[in-house]
């Protein structure tokens, strides 16, 4: 009787348990849903529940609103600007900002500054020339060029102050007369039946106005207050950066960005002027020693300071010693976004990346370029959802490009960071031999990393590669048992890494972008 019954108590326990997963991962997606809401109702006003708090009436007197003039918002408003269309530039603080980021320019981006005409940006700023990386690891380095032999020999990557480069662009944008610069922090979005009119906004005396425009571009940087109404933001935090800047210190290799494999983590140097040298030690997790009670000095001393090149050692101790030491957290963010009529996020507000690699110039001029093309035939921008409809294929052209340098430098930092895991060290230790055997080894990689080359399959190819030069490491002249299976995991581990970002970024826009189809074209001039 027992036996009949079995199959009847089996089934009754699974669609039990179907229903008990259906009902809790129904309760979660509703939990997410209103979260969604009230994060985006935050971010997002009614025309309608603030008409008459605010001092401007509901008319668009310019084509473009952008919020932020840091690089993204910057080069988008000389672009747009240049371009004809006239664009007002709402930034919180206007002055020269002071970064530990957002300093090293990669060829693939200088190359888009060519392309936009802001290459003249980087002239009068002290900015240095970059011609590749040094890589160091247990006491051997390896130099990594670009592979710039087919370009003019001004193409290189440059390094300098942040606050310089921006407010250059700021300059160049601020000079074209259909172009407003005004400084005011944006309080929200305005929306009216689903289409966001323009924004609410601070001016610096205090004084609450609306401005209105068909288009309004989100570029707001990393810490967005706006982002959630037009995304998903999916925010990870793998590591922070502790900045210092080295004075008259001569790097190993002149001219190169510099790379240590110290543990646990990299530590990153670069020249920002003709006297000054940016190093960035990585820390992992969300937390760092304190400063203010001394123990970030002595980790600094005791952990980071003997694992550095000798060149670089004694500049480093007296900038420990001046004190200046900063932090950053770094911050990586798939792009996700909702397609929101009148409203699109770029720049750090729509993607970030582990700044290991520095892409993220490279990948904000890159989105610049695709807008620019794709807004170039419209004369107007009126339509809003036509528009809206249009520009989702922003989303698809920027992936090659940018998914290849996010998707590079998360496992990147990943394989670059120590591990105990056996299979781990030698991941590591495969990467720094395999770019250390030069010709296409190295050049491959390195351009992708430049941003000179970015191609998806070339990536995972590399990636791969790497995996298997570790593994016939392993296995050569005799296998053993133990070795056999480390190399397994190292397969396993290499899998493990790259494959939870691809499908993160978007396995078919990244590997399969897609000619804009016969919907995304410019729609009809009203």
């Not at 309004?216 to 998903?232: A, H, K, M, P, Q």
């Not at 969300?286 to 004694?314: F, H, N």
């Not at 932090?327 to 699109?344: D, E, F, H, I, K």
């Amino acid at each position: 009787m027992a036996d009949q019954c079995m199959p009847g108590w089996i089934l009754a326990a699974l669609f039990g348990l179907s229903a008990i997963y259906y009902l809790v991962t129904k309760k979660k997606e509703q939990r997410a849903n209103k979260d969604l809401l009230e994060a985006r109702s935050e971010s997002v006003n009614s025309i309608a529940t603030t008409s008459g708090e605010c001092r401007s009436s509901n008319v668009s007197d310019v084509d473009v609103i952008i919020v932020g003039a840091g690089v993204a918002g910057a080069a988008l408003a000389h672009t747009l600007g240049k371009d004809g269309r006239q664009v007002h530039v709402i930034e919180r603080d206007l002055t020269e900002p002071d970064r530990i980021v957002g300093e090293l320019l990669q060829p693939g981006g200088y190359l888009k500054l060519i392309e936009l005409g802001l290459e003249d940006c980087v002239e009068k700023i002290d900015a240095q020339r970059v011609f590749g990386y040094a890589l160091f690891k247990d006491g051997k380095h390896t130099r990594l060029s670009y592979p710039l032999e087919k370009f003019h020999s001004d193409v290189a990557g440059r390094s300098f102050h942040n606050g310089r480069f921006i407010q250059r662009m700021r300059d160049k944008a601020g000079s074209l007369p259909n172009v407003q610069l005004e400084q005011g922090t944006v309080i929200s979005l305005l929306e009216d039946k689903g289409t966001i009119r323009g924004v609410q906004y601070k001016t610096k005396d205090g004084l609450e106005l609306k401005a209105f425009a068909p288009l309004t571009i989100v570029c707001d940087g990393c810490f967005s207050n706006l982002r959630r109404s037009l995304c998903n933001p999916n925010v990870d935090v793998p590591s922070c950066f502790v900045g210092m800047v080295l004075e008259n210190c001569q790097l190993p290799c002149a001219n190169h960005g510099h790379v240590i494999l110290g543990d646990p983590s990299p530590i990153l140097m670069y020249p920002i002027s003709s006297t000054e040298v940016r190093c960035l030690v990585d820390v992992p997790g969300q937390k760092v020693p304190s400063i203010s009670s001394g123990e970030m000095a002595k980790y600094l001393k005791t952990v980071v300071a003997p694992q550095l090149p000798p060149e670089v050692y004694d500049a480093f101790l007296a900038a420990v010693d001046k004190g200046h030491i900063r932090t950053m957290p770094n911050r990586s963010m798939p792009a996700a976004p909702y397609p929101t009529p009148g409203a699109l996020l770029m720049g750090d507000a729509f993607n970030m990346r582990h700044p290991l690699t520095g892409g993220g110039m490279t990948v904000a001029l890159s989105d610049i370029v695709v807008l620019r093309n794709l807004l170039r035939p419209l004369r107007n921008l009126n339509d809003a959802p036509t528009l809206c409809k249009y520009l989702e294929s922003f989303y698809t052209l920027r992936k090659p490009v940018a998914s290849t340098i996010n998707t590079l430098a998360g496992a990147l930092y990943k394989v670059f960071c120590a591990s105990p895991d056996l299979a781990m060290k030698e991941m590591r230790q495969a990467c720094f031999d395999y770019l250390s055997l030069g010709g296409v080894f190295s050049a491959g990689p390195v351009s992708l990393l430049s941003g000179i080359n970015p191609r998806p399959l070339s990536l995972v190819a590399h990636f791969f590669a790497v995996a298997i030069y570790g593994v016939g490491r392993l296995l050569l002249p005799f296998p053993s048992p133990k070795r056999v299976w480390i190399g397994a995991r190292l397969i396993s581990g290499a899998s493990g890494i790259i494959f939870p970002i691809i499908r993160a970024e978007g396995v078919r826009q990244m590997f399969f972008p897609a000619t804009v189809p016969a919907y995304y074209r410019a729609p009809p001039v009203k």
